[in-house]
């Protein structure tokens, strides 16, 4: 008896050609790849945030607000938390005005100006008869400080003495000007 013996034909052969396998080598090489573009993801940017966050350390931060309602430095407490206004981004919590002032978290001075009037002293209020006043303050912050870029705080905000800042509490926002950075002792 014949038996019939199943034969691939020419044509079959080469279609089998033209659509190579999968394989497992195939699976080793693309798995390879893939573990070495999240290894160099990692390095660069876990270990950077990793080593900036273990580098951090609190300061003290000095800034001044200029030409502001009288009533404004009642909404600013000691402890309040301080956001960037346009982000939303956390900033650090509002100190005592100075190690003096311990209850106060704005140093207050008059900006209205005084001028000669007849031969005496006439102060300038501005409107409704409300005067204006500046301020001094300070908040406490986590960063990372270096010379050229100042201190960096959260990995993204960069603060430098000079700087003008529009900043939030929870009940009020402010323009303020950084005036110095120090380390918080």
Do not use: W
Not at 29 to 56: C, E, K, P
Not at 93 to 114: C, F, H, K, Q, Y
Request: aromatic content about 10%.
């Amino acid at each position: 008896m014949k038996t019939k013996k199943n034969k691939i034909s020419d044509t079959d052969k080469k279609s089998a050609r033209e659509y190579p396998r999968f394989g497992a080598l195939d699976f080793v090489i693309i798995l390879v790849v893939v573990i070495s573009i999240v290894g160099i993801y990692f390095r660069f940017n876990l270990v950077d945030t990793i080593t900036q966050t273990a580098n951090s350390k609190k300061y003290v931060v000095s800034f001044s607000i200029e030409n502001i309602r009288y009533t404004t430095p009642n909404y600013v407490d000691i402890g309040d938390k301080l956001y960037i206004s346009s982000s939303n981004e956390y900033l650090g919590e509002i100190l005592a005005a100075s190690d003096e002032m311990s209850n106060n978290a704005l140093s207050v001075t008059p900006s209205s100006e005084v001028f000669i009037e007849n031969g005496e002293y006439v102060e300038v209020y501005y409107p409704n008869s409300e005067s204006r006043v500046d301020a001094d303050g300070r908040f406490a912050c986590e960063g990372t400080y270096t010379d050229s870029k100042g201190l960096i705080i959260n990995n993204s905000t960069h603060i430098t003495a000079g700087q003008t800042l529009t900043v939030q509490t929870e009940l009020v926002t402010l323009v303020i000007e950084i005036i110095g950075i120090a380390p918080l002792e």
